[in-house]
T-cell receptor, first 119, second 112 residues
Framework: GAVVSQHPSWVICKSGTSVKIECRSLDFQATTMFWYRQFPKQSLMLMATSNEGSKATYEQGVEKDKFLINHASLTLSTLTVTSAHPEDSSFYIC???????????????FGPGTRLTVL | EDQVTQSPEALRLQEGESSSLNCSYTVSGLRGLFWYRQDPGKGPEFLFTLYSAGEEKEKERLKATLTKKESFLHITAPKPEDSATYLCAVHMYAGNNRKLIWGLGTSLAVNP
């Protein structure tokens, strides 16, 4: 149980284009999902908290207009990197956890990650 | 300042050579401590959640323990397939918000 999927697993795009990454909870409902970014040999950096039916909460220093988050349903959150540039190249990972609506869940289960390369 | 520190940064063991990884934390309002395993190019895989000092949890060759200041991940008779980066995260209260603070991880390599 508690499986989280991401799509695509990797993507290569040209500078200036937009890329959408999907995060799905396959066997549970998640009112809250989290988006992380990870650089090589570094730990996870939380970008934003995605809440179903409301606006995402972004961490300090993360551009909300560049990283658009939509939590359309209890099983799907999307991250769109708009007008991507080479510095946006990174490993993006989402997480979610079974929990009651409105309650931060204790254990987070992670998706397999999406490798974004911007040329 | 709230922070999580993992040590060592890297560890190389021979197959069968038991050892421990450390996760020390200085946070207020601890709600829980998590251990994850991450393989290269993949998302973290959940291992354990610990909530209170004295708590212990086991899974195969891994055993996690928690004190008021730190957590240990003990690896007994490791195998090459245990090679991975082990991440520690602390779930804490920050005002009205709850958040996870991550350590930088310990990269474990087990030689056959």
């Amino acid at each position: 149980g508690a499986v989280v999927s991401q799509h695509p697993s990797w993507v290569i795009c040209k500078s200036g284009t937009s890329v959408k990454i999907e995060c799905r909870s396959l066997d549970f409902q998640a009112t809250t999902m989290f988006w992380y970014r990870q650089f090589p040999k570094q730990s996870l950096m939380l970008m934003a908290t995605s809440n179903e039916g409301s606006k995402a909460t972004y961490e300090q220093g993360v551009e909300k207009d560049k990283f658009l988050i939509n939590h359309a349903s209890l099983t799907l959150s999307t991250l769109t990197v708009t007008s991507a540039h080479p510095e946006d190249s990174s490993f993006y990972i989402c997480s979610a956890g079974p929990g009651l609506a409105g309650v931060f869940t204790d254990t987070q289960y992670f998706g397999p990650g999406t490798r974004l390369t911007v040329l | 300042e709230d922070q999580v520190t993992q040590s060592p940064e890297a560890l190389r063991l021979q197959e069968g050579e038991s050892s421990s990884l450390n996760c020390s934390y200085t946070v207020s309002g601890l709600r829980g401590l998590f251990w994850y395993r991450q393989d290269p190019g993949k998302g973290p895989e959940f291992l354990f959640t610990l909530y209170s000092a004295g708590e212990e949890k086991e899974k195969e060759r891994l055993k996690a323990t928690l004190t008021k200041k730190e957590s240990f991940l003990h690896i007994t008779a490791p195998k090459p397939e245990d090679s991975a980066t082990y991440l520690c995260a602390v779930h804490m209260y920050a005002g009205n918000n709850r958040k996870l603070i991550w350590g930088l991880g310990t990269s474990l390599a087990v030689n056959p």
